[in-house]
């Protein structure tokens, strides 16, 4: 299966985990992934280029990773931020249940794999850590931000890695109007292809 069906709820390939080898947080571990999944042969490159600034993951508090794959930055973040509580969302099921056991298989006891509808409806977010699935389409990834944005606590920031051709100053803009009065949004660095985001919530 392809890359452009990451974002299936149940994947048609079969599911055979295998094993890769990765540094996140610094920290050497071996992983499992399988088809059917967001960049399951490494780190993505987008991904890579986000956790380069890991240092600035809140050490407490809530943090989101949204559409989590085989888990490379909600485990990142469980490492660096011991004290914080990981939620990683998916639609995936075999992307939660790759997380749910790359975390577990590290002592990682700060992360909860979940899909969107299962996160406690109170939970405010401190961060927002994601690179976000924008082959779901526009209108879905924009329905995902409407989604989780206003769940940042007031000060709480989201960094979102996007690829700058598959419209990463397109949505900024969408981003700065269509939360102008509660959120101020910019671009915080750009590498290669990609541009990270950074929204700030601020009432």
Not at 11 to 34: E, K, N, W
Not at 110 to 121: D, I, T
């Amino acid at each position: 299966m392809s890359n452009e069906h990451y974002f299936s709820e149940n994947p048609s390939a079969d599911f055979v985990a295998r094993t890769i080898s990765v540094t996140l947080a610094g920290r050497s571990m071996q992983v499992q992934t399988a088809a059917g999944i967001f960049s399951p042969e490494h780190i993505d490159l987008g991904t890579a280029i986000l956790l380069q600034d890991i240092d600035a993951a809140s050490a407490q508090g809530h943090l989101l990773d949204i559409g989590c794959g085989w888990g490379p930055i909600a485990l990142a973040l469980a490492i660096h931020s011991p004290q914080a509580q990981i939620l990683a969302v998916d639609v995936n099921e075999r992307s939660l249940e790759l997380t749910r056991r790359n975390a577990q298989s590290a002592g990682l006891t700060n992360v909860e794999a979940l899909r969107p509808e299962q996160v406690a409806s109170e939970i405010e977010f401190d961060q927002i850590w994601s690179n976000p699935p924008i082959r779901v389409g526009k209108g879905e990834l924009h329905s995902i931000l409407k989604t989780w944005l206003p769940r940042l606590r007031k000060g709480g920031a989201a960094r979102l890695v996007v690829q700058k051709h598959l419209g990463s100053d397109s949505l900024l803009r969408w981003i700065q109007d269509e939360f102008a009065t509660t959120h101020a949004a910019e671009r915080i660095d750009s590498q290669k292809t990609f541009r990270v985001l950074e929204v700030v919530r601020k009432l």
